[in-house]
T-cell receptor
Framework: GNSVTQMEGPVTLSEEAFLTINCTYTATGYPSLFWYVQYPGEGLQLLLKATKADDKGSNKGFEATYRKETTSFHLEKGSVQVSDSAVYFCALLVWAGKSTFGDGTTLTVKP | EAGVAQSPRYKIIEKRQSVAFWCNPISGHATLYWYQQILGQGPKLLIQFQNNGVVDDSQLPKDRFSAERLKGVDSTLKIQPAKLEDSAVYLC?????????????????FGAGSRLTVL
C-alpha cells in the first residue's frame, strides 16, 4: 500500500534558523507529492507540490524537490520566522482524489 | 472565493450518543471528502464522494458511521453510537477534478474541521 513517513517532531528552532523536515514515501504507481500546513485553529492548506521526478515545489520561501531515486520530498526553508510555527504534513496522491498523509511534524519557531 | 464550511466546530458528547457534522464544499467542486484526524496523526480518509455518489468508503466503520451527500453539494457525516476512540477532528475537503492547473494532480481544500470529544 501507499504510505508516507515524516520525521518525528516536535521541532523547535530559533528565528532565522534553517529548516529541514524529512519526508519519504512508498507508493504503487507514480505519485504526486504535497506539503500541507496547518496553522493553529485552522484547516490544512496546500503549501507546495510537485508532480514528477526532479520537480521543485516552492511557496513562501519553502522548497521541496521530488527525488524518485530516494523516494523523498524533504521540506526546507532557509530562514524561518515565528509565523511559520505550525504543523506540516507530507502527502502523496497516486490517482486523482485518494491522498495519503504523514502524521505531521510540529514546528515551533522562537523569537 | 468562499472556503469549505463546516459545523459545528466543537462537540462534546457521551459515549453511545449520536452526533452529526455538516460540510458545505467550495461551489462547483464535484469531489468531497471526509477525513478523521486523531491527535498526533495525519488525516485518514473515511469517505470520498464524486457528486452524490460514493467513490471510496473502504475505511468508513459502517456499523456506526454514515455519510450522505444529497444533490451533490452539502454533506453530513453521522456517528451513532459514538465510542471513546471516535474522539478526533473530522475534516471535510473538496476538490475539482476538472482542475488541470497542476498537470492533473488533485489539490484538496480543507475546512477548519469539527472537533469531537467523546466522554
Amino acid at each position: 500500500g501507499n504510505s508516507v513517513t515524516q520525521m518525528e517532531g516536535p521541532v523547535t528552532l530559533s528565528e532565522e534558523a534553517f529548516l529541514t523536515i524529512n519526508c519519504t514515501y512508498t507508493a504503487t504507481g507514480y505519485p504526486s507529492l504535497f506539503w500541507y500546513v496547518q496553522y493553529p485553529g485552522e484547516g490544512l492548506q496546500l503549501l507546495l507540490k510537485a508532480t514528477k521526478a526532479d520537480d521543485k515545489g516552492s511557496n513562501k520561501g519553502f522548497e521541496a524537490t521530488y527525488r524518485k531515486e530516494t523516494t523523498s520530498f524533504h521540506l526546507e526553508k532557509g530562514s524561518v520566522q515565528v509565523s511559520d510555527s505550525a504543523v506540516y504534513f507530507c502527502a502523496l496522491l497516486v490517482w486523482a482524489g485518494k491522498s495519503t498523509f504523514g502524521d505531521g511534524t510540529t514546528l515551533t519557531v522562537k523569537p | 472565493e468562499a472556503g469549505v464550511a463546516q459545523s459545528p466546530r466543537y462537540k462534546i458528547i457521551e459515549k453511545r450518543q449520536s452526533v452529526a457534522f455538516w460540510c458545505n464544499p467550495i461551489s462547483g467542486h464535484a469531489t468531497l471528502y471526509w477525513y478523521q484526524q486523531i491527535l498526533g496523526q495525519g488525516p485518514k480518509l473515511l469517505i470520498q464522494f464524486q457528486n452524490n455518489g460514493v467513490v471510496d468508503d473502504s475505511q468508513l466503520p459502517k456499523d456506526r458511521f454514515s455519510a450522505e451527500r444529497l444533490k451533490g453539494v452539502d454533506s453530513t457525516l453521522k456517528i451513532q453510537p459514538a465510542k471513546l476512540e471516535d474522539s478526533a477532528v473530522y475534516l471535510c475537503a473538496s476538490s475539482d477534478l476538472r482542475d488541470k492547473t497542476f498537470s492533473g494532480a488533485n489539490v484538496l481544500t480543507f475546512g477548519a474541521g469539527s472537533r469531537l470529544t467523546v466522554l
